[in-house]
């Protein structure tokens, strides 16, 4: 049988857990019923290291990408767009809008995966962004990462809802379990000889990471314990003032970005989750893996689902840092809940391992490679539609 060329475009690799999962799935395909390819614009990134050795991918640029670069990238697009069998615009933005206007014109079925909950994120991205994703509704599947996130997708636009569809984000549990074992680096070491919080992420507004600072100065009046902050991002000089100025500085450690941040989760007394929102939450199912207790703040979308409303995990109200320094400090004095938690931890992960999640990308490509599109006069008048709200 001939197997499948299936087209992944992305605008680079830097970022988090949307990036990671791309080069996941990717990666997990079954190489005899699927080729697959990675179309990405700019080299850079922290998740190139992350690429498997046989992956085919091509980089359009050797540096960041430049607005002037816009017509080179839809040309490059569209002549990849014209050997592949299925498109995935595999993250939100540029990439993806191109990858949509060269699927229309080629007549390539079209997934567009959506990884955030864009009632909430719309609020921090362009006013060109939003108005791209009037184009979604074109695609052939539209790939949300949580219930929550395509509900909110769908609330969004509601005409796209008959394309959408969830596909849980997962990992490779086995992998994450092998490198958890692997020892800290010698100079943290001291770091965890206390109880010891860890949060894992970029360093953003949306993380929540100035909430957790307040909840951690709360849990600091009962429980000698650290907290620890895994990323980088453009928030990292705010969010060491504000530690400075809640008078925990020499309890809360920035570690910066992590290769392996799998090693210091097996090591957390507890992991912590302060996101503002989230699309699904996958560094809470990477820290569960891991064997962490989790304590999270139940954000749009996402960190519910994972933890099964609380059964899994304790869930607190977003943005309350009196919540969840109570939440912390039960799990922190109460060595029975901390055992409980943990265990429940490696019993939910299982749900999220990719080989599952994998069967379900593969029953999609599969659906979508005998569609035929139809041909159109023309190219969809996104802009005279006023269905974005």
Same mark, same amino acid.
């Given at each position: 049988?001939?197997?499948?060329?299936?087209?992944?475009?992305?605008?680079?690799?830097?970022?988090?857990?949307? /990036?990671?999962?791309?080069?996941?799935?990717?990666?997990?395909?079954?190489?005899?019923?699927?080729?697959?390819?990675?179309?990405?614009? &700019?080299?850079?990134?922290?998740?190139?290291?992350?690429?498997?050795?046989?992956?085919?991918?091509?980089?359009?640029?050797?540096?960041?990408?430049?607005?002037?670069?816009?017509?080179?990238? #839809?040309?490059?697009?569209?002549? /990849?767009?014209?050997?592949?069998?299925?498109?995935?615009?595999?993250?939100?933005?540029?990439?993806? #809008?191109?990858?949509?206007?060269?699927?229309?014109?080629?007549?390539?079925?079209?997934?567009? =995966?959506?990884?955030?909950? =864009?009632?909430?994120?719309?609020?921090?991205?362009? =006013?060109?962004?939003?108005?791209?994703?009037?184009?979604?509704?074109?695609?052939?599947?539209?790939?949300?990462?949580?219930?929550?996130?395509?509900?909110?997708?769908?609330?969004?636009?509601?005409?796209?809802?008959?394309?959408?569809?969830?596909?849980?984000?997962?990992?490779?549990? $086995?992998?994450?379990?092998?490198?958890?074992?692997?020892?800290?680096?010698?100079?943290?070491?001291?770091?965890?000889?206390?109880?010891?919080?860890?949060?894992?992420?970029?360093?953003?507004?949306?993380?929540?990471?100035?909430?957790?600072?307040?909840?951690?100065?709360?849990?600091?009046?009962?429980?000698?314990?650290?907290?620890?902050?895994?990323?980088?991002?453009? $928030?990292?000089?705010?969010?060491?003032?504000?530690?400075?100025?809640?008078?925990?500085?020499?309890?809360?450690? #920035?570690?910066?970005?992590?290769?392996?941040?799998?090693?210091?989760?097996?090591?957390?007394?507890?992991?912590?989750?302060?996101?503002?929102?989230?699309? #699904?939450?996958?560094?809470?199912?990477?820290?569960?893996?891991?064997?962490?207790?989790?304590?999270?703040?139940?954000?749009?979308?996402?960190?519910?689902?994972?933890?099964?409303?609380?059964?899994?995990?304790?869930?607190? /109200?977003? &943005?309350?840092?009196?919540?969840?320094?109570?939440?912390?400090?039960?799990?922190?004095?109460?060595?029975?809940?901390?055992?409980?938690?943990?265990?429940?931890?490696? $019993?939910?992960?299982?749900?999220?391992?990719?080989?599952?999640?994998?069967?379900? =990308?593969?029953?999609?490509?599969?659906?979508?490679?005998?569609?035929?599109?139809?041909?159109?006069?023309?190219?969809?008048?996104?802009?005279?539609?006023?269905?974005?709200?």
């Amino acid at each position: 049988m001939k197997s499948l060329r299936i087209l992944f475009c992305l605008p680079n690799l830097a970022g988090g857990g949307a /990036e990671r999962m791309v080069l996941t799935v990717a990666a997990s395909l079954d190489r005899q019923r699927f080729r697959t390819r990675l179309f990405v614009h &700019e080299q850079w990134g922290q998740h190139l290291a992350s690429l498997a050795p046989d992956q085919d991918i091509h980089f359009e640029h050797d540096r960041p990408y430049r607005r002037s670069d816009l017509v080179r990238s #839809f040309l490059a697009t569209f002549r /990849e767009v014209g050997n592949a069998d299925v498109v995935v615009g595999a993250m939100e933005g540029r990439a993806t #809008f191109l990858a949509l206007l060269a699927g229309l014109l080629r007549r390539r079925p079209i997934v567009v =995966w959506v990884h955030a909950d =864009w009632l909430q994120f719309s609020r921090y991205v362009s =006013w060109r962004q939003r108005l791209a994703l009037r184009l979604y509704r074109f695609a052939d599947r539209i790939v949300c990462c949580s219930v929550g996130a395509q509900e909110a997708f769908a609330t969004m636009l509601p005409k796209a809802r008959s394309s959408l569809v969830t596909i849980h984000n997962g990992i490779d549990v $086995e992998r994450v379990r092998r490198l958890s074992v692997e020892q800290i680096a010698p100079e943290h070491e001291a770091i965890f000889e206390k109880q010891t919080i860890v949060a894992v992420g970029r360093l953003d507004v949306q993380k929540g990471y100035d909430i957790l600072i307040r909840a951690h100065a709360r849990l600091r009046q009962h429980v000698d314990c650290n907290l620890v902050i895994i990323g980088d991002g453009p $928030e990292g000089d705010a969010l060491r003032l504000y530690a400075k100025e809640h008078a925990v500085a020499d309890s809360v450690h #920035f570690l910066g970005f992590q290769k392996n941040p799998f090693r210091y989760m097996r090591r957390a007394s507890v992991y912590a989750m302060s996101s503002r929102f989230e699309g #699904f939450a996958l560094v809470l199912v990477e820290a569960m893996t891991c064997g962490a207790p989790v304590v999270s703040v139940a954000c749009p979308s996402g960190p519910s689902e994972v933890l099964d409303d609380g059964k899994y995990g304790l869930l607190v /109200e977003t &943005e309350n840092p009196d919540a969840i320094a109570l939440a912390l400090k039960q799990v922190l004095t109460d060595a029975d809940m901390r055992e409980r938690l943990s265990a429940l931890s490696l $019993e939910r992960c299982a749900a999220f391992d990719i080989s599952a999640l994998t069967r379900e =990308w593969t029953v999609l490509f599969d659906g979508l490679a005998t569609t035929s599109r139809k041909p159109r006069r023309r190219l969809p008048r996104v802009l005279e539609e006023p269905d974005l709200q």
